[in-house]
Nanobody
Framework: DVQLVESGGGSVQVGGSLKLSCVHS????????MAWYRQAEGKEREMVSI???????EYSDSVKGRFTASRDNQKKTVYLQLNDLRTEDTATYYC????????????????RGQGTQVTVS
């Protein structure tokens, strides 16, 4: 089974920045569609960004212009740079392997990591 391990979360002040990382343990990472989700306490899961295997990336409207996703296929890692953080960005952030190589913002995942907490105050 694929394992996904996130890191990089923490507590920051409003306007601060963090960079999240997610390492994928499986092979053929280059043909895998990936995504970042978040879930705040008491709220539904929200798709933050999708990263297609061809490096085409989309963002939810709530983070567009502030967050930047990327992937390094040699390191089998995806990243999420969080800038200009707001209190409403507080959540557990998950990376996920999508079911398709070219996912849409509404696509579902096949596996996800354990999450990393981001707290903005």
């Amino acid at each position: 089974d694929v394992q996904l391990v996130e890191s990089g979360g923490g507590s920051v002040q409003v306007g601060g920045s963090l960079k999240l990382s997610c390492v994928h343990s499986g092979y053929r990472f280059g043909t895998v569609g990936m995504a970042w989700y978040r879930q705040a306490e008491g709220k539904e899961r929200e798709m933050v960004s999708i990263i297609r295997s061809n490096r085409n990336i989309e963002y939810s409207d709530s983070v567009k212009g502030r967050f930047t996703a990327s992937r390094d296929n040699q390191k089998k890692t995806v990243y999420l740079q969080l800038n200009d953080l707001r209190t409403e960005d507080t959540a557990t952030y998950y990376c996920a392997k999508q079911k398709t190589e070219y996912p849409a913002l509404t696509s579902d995942y096949s596996s996800r990591g354990q999450g990393t907490q981001v707290t903005v105050s």
